[in-house]
């Protein structure tokens, strides 16, 4: 069994800043890219960034420029700073991990339960 838990959403202002975090526990023998994706009411789930295992990062076009990536392989876990944080942003982001169990396994998607970010006055 993998779980994958975030934690450090909740309510902030425009202009405010919020720390995601997700730790990835259970049985992991390695975890290759980490995500964050959102998803917002009515609309379909996007991608927010992704860290490979080695550092290289990935983001999406609506947070360019605001938001920050990382991870500690050490802990399984993975970060997400969001900074200049807009109404747009509302929705509630998922961590998700490409990972194997065992030498043996596939690789496959794991995901969190998600955490809610709302952004509002």
């Known amino acids: 069994q993998v779980q994958l838990v975030e934690s450090g959403g909740g309510l902030v202002q425009p202009g405010g800043s919020l720390r995601l975090s997700c730790a990835a526990s259970g049985t992991i023998f390695k975890i290759n890219a980490m995500d964050w994706y959102r998803q917002a009411p009515g609309k379909q789930r996007e991608l927010v960034a992704s860290?490979?295992?080695?550092?290289?990062?990935n983001y999406g076009n609506a947070v360019k420029g605001r938001f920050a990536i990382s991870r500690d392989n050490a802990k399984n876990a993975t970060y997400l700073q969001m900074n200049s944080l807009e109404p747009e942003d509302t929705a509630v982001y998922y961590c998700?991990?490409?990972?194997?169990?065992?030498?043996?396994?596939?690789?496959?998607?794991?995901w969190g339960q998600g955490t809610q970010v709302t952004v509002s006055s």
């Open positions: 860290i490979t295992s080695d550092g290289h990062t």
């Open positions: 998700g991990a490409d990972l194997i169990r065992h030498r043996d396994d596939y690789w496959h998607a794991e």
